[in-house]
């Protein structure tokens, strides 16, 4: 393997890396202001800039007909002016006769405000042009329905669609149904838009290309795979020609669905429809084999790209690296980082955060952390909270808990603040490798640095404390957690009993198993044997017979380590026929005596 930026597995060497950590408002325009009566007016990008007020406070009529001049050939304004801070609402009056005598400046304002997704601006501004007595139209309408597409709101388009544009007695066309679909996508209303798709023909309304992408995008939004391909089925039929727009929406359907080999089977069919696959077809059949953890298709389709000049992009790179990464393909996914460079695609932090997790799944700390502090830098990016966090699970992963403190120590001074699931990384891993001081010591931390611990914080420190046998220290921290906010749960209490045991403190231990069941958790089997063991302290023989008895009549599931702790407990107290009679009954239950 050629080495290419030190990135290469071969080229790794320990050493190395150790070093490398060391390491407003809307201002008038000309001739603008209070003077001589005459306002600034904005133009129709500045007015989906203002909010609902103040655009109404502008008034329609104040615009320019031209909507860049003519300001002071425009008629009065639609809108009594008020000063700013009156606490008034502008009185809506008619407009004036520019918008009446060309009702296009309007389409070209709804335009900007679909542009800006100001929809109750657009939706209102309709109500005034008809107050106005401002021809409204059907194109007035679809843009309308625009705005509500680009802002989520499908109820309002559905109800200009069926309701005010019904009472205007203005019939709705392909244009006008389309933009509905869109927002209904847009909501994940995809009923709703197959409804809209079907409707259209009952009005004499064809379809288009454009219709059915509206719909497949619906399907897709909505996990109805079966229905995004089955409406694609249906195109010509309908005598409307496939697009590579609707393969496109198609096959990201069937990527969201995990349903690669549907995903790559419409890709090879797309020359049969006379259709080039471009790269967004491409991305779309890499994210489908991404999420099925299908790296040498991906691999594969990469490659195919280029035969097919389609060049790949950051986004093919990414889903390609992601998809190394799932199945742990760490060679892989550092041999695509070093490949963008060489076609001069720009690695974005999206491919390098995707190739530090591939190292974790590989349990290889050195070239994470050769990504995270070397060739970041080198390509000018940023590592952020979930970089570095990769960083700290590959560390986790190997084990290397000093390399984790360093890596969280580096944090704060990148402007990165370590969240609690970076310290949570590096406590377990500390509590772990049996380095409770360390453990404990990040948990100080945590308020410092503006982390709230969480469960998983406090668990792992409990551990911590259970492994140095400092069992006080251990319910001090399970007895803080309510004071945080926090509700300890099974792997807490389970992390203290068994502190308690190694303390040999049976009667806390004991004491915690029931404490358990007063907060509504059910104790497990690491719940009882840690119990169990608990009793061997103080030879306390009966109890650890009678807590393995109440497993089997809670139809748990006693293992080795049940039966191990209680025939010891037993041997301890002088039991020894309790003793054999716990070693008879191991075989048959397929339980091997240690």
């Known amino acids: 393997m050629v080495q290419r930026h030190g990135l290469c597995a071969e080229q790794c060497q320990p050493q190395l890396c150790r070093a490398h950590i060391s390491a407003g408002p809307v201002r008038p325009g000309k001739g603008g202001g209070r003077g001589k009566g005459v306002?600034?007016?904005?133009?129709?990008?500045?007015?989906?800039?203002?909010?609902?007020?103040?655009?109404?406070?502008?008034?329609?009529?104040?615009?320019?007909?031209?909507?860049?001049?003519?300001?002071?050939?425009?008629?009065?304004?639609?809108?009594?002016?008020?000063e700013p801070g009156s606490g008034k609402s502008p009185k809506l009056a008619a407009p004036g006769s520019d918008w009446r005598k060309s009702p296009k400046l309007a389409t070209q304002v709804f335009s900007s405000l679909a542009r800006e997704r100001k929809t109750e601006l657009a939706g209102q501004l309709l109500s005034f042009m008809q107050e106005g007595q401002v021809e409204v139209n059907a194109f007035h309408y679809t843009s309308a329905i625009s705005a509500c597409a680009k802002g989520s709101q499908w109820q309002l388009a559905l109800d200009l669609l069926k309701d005010k544009m019904a009472g205007r007695s203005i019939a709705p066309d392909e244009f006008s149904y389309t933009a509905a679909m869109k927002a209904c996508a847009a909501g994940r209303q995809w009923q709703l838009a197959l409804g809209l798709l079907r409707e259209m023909p009952q009005l004499l309304l064809a379809p288009d290309e454009i219709s059915y992408t509206a719909a497949i995008g619906a399907c897709e939004k909505g996990s109805q795979w079966q229905l995004a391909l089955g409406l694609l089925r249906e195109m010509p039929e309908m005598r409307v020609p496939r697009t590579e727009t609707n393969c496109n929406a198609a096959m990201s359907a069937c990527a969201k669905a995990g349903e690669w080999e549907l995903a790559l089977d419409l890709l090879a069919k797309m020359p049969e429809y006379r259709l080039d696959p471009s790269e967004v077809s491409f991305n779309s059949a890499i994210s489908a084999c991404k999420s099925a953890g299908r790296w040498h298709w991906a691999l594969h389709l990469l490659d195919d790209m280029l035969a097919k000049k389609a060049a790949p992009d950051e986004i093919s790179y990414s889903a390609t690296i992601s998809a190394c990464q799932q199945s742990g393909r760490w060679q892989q996914a550092l041999e695509l980082v070093c490949r963008m460079s060489e076609r001069r695609v720009a690695a974005d932090e999206i491919s390098c955060n995707a190739a530090i997790r591939a190292c974790e799944a590989g349990s290889q700390w050195l070239p994470a952390l050769r990504l995270l502090f070397s060739e970041m830098p080198r390509l000018r990016l940023t590592p952020s909270e979930v970089t570095y966090n990769a960083a700290l699970a590959a560390c986790k992963k190997s084990g290397e808990w000093q390399l984790s403190l360093e890596v969280l120590g580096v944090m704060p001074g990148t402007r990165v603040r370590p969240s609690k699931l970076s310290f949570s990384a590096a406590i377990?891993?500390?509590?772990?490798?049996?380095?409770?001081?360390?453990?404990?010591?990040?948990?100080?931390?945590?308020?410092?640095?503006?982390?709230?611990?969480?469960?998983?914080?406090?668990?792992?420190?409990?551990?911590?404390?259970?492994?140095?046998?400092?069992?006080?220290?251990?319910?001090?921290?399970?007895?803080?957690?309510?004071?945080?906010?926090?509700?300890?749960?099974?792997?807490?209490?389970?992390?203290?009993?068994?502190?308690?045991?190694?303390?040999g403190q049976w009667q806390l231990a004991l004491g915690l198993l029931g404490k358990m069941s007063d907060m509504t958790l059910t104790p497990n089997v690491i719940s009882y044997n840690a119990a169990i063991t608990a009793c061997k302290a103080g030879g306390r023989w009966q109890l650890a017979t009678g807590l393995l008895g109440v497993m089997l009549s809670l139809e748990f599931r006693p293992d080795e380590i049940s039966y191990n702790a209680a025939i010891s407990v037993c041997e301890k107290g002088g039991q020894w026929q309790q003793a054999l009679a716990f070693l008879e009954m191991m075989p048959a239950r397929r339980l091997t005596p240690d």
Not at 51 to 70: F, I, T
């Open 39 to 82: 306002h600034s007016q904005p133009g129709p990008r500045q007015i989906a800039a203002l909010g609902v007020q103040q655009a109404l406070d502008w008034g329609c009529a104040s615009l320019p007909p031209g909507l860049s001049a003519g300001v002071e050939e425009s008629a009065p304004p639609c809108a009594e002016r008020t």
């Open 428 to 503: 377990s891993l500390c509590a772990r490798c049996g380095q409770w001081a360390a453990a404990l010591a990040l948990l100080g931390r945590m308020p410092e640095l503006g982390a709230v611990p969480d469960e998983f914080c406090c668990s792992a420190a409990i551990s911590a404390r259970e492994k140095s046998g400092q069992w006080q220290l251990a319910l001090q921290v399970l007895g803080t957690m309510p004071g945080l906010q926090l509700r300890p749960d099974g792997i807490s209490f389970n992390a203290a009993i068994s502190a308690c045991s190694t303390g």
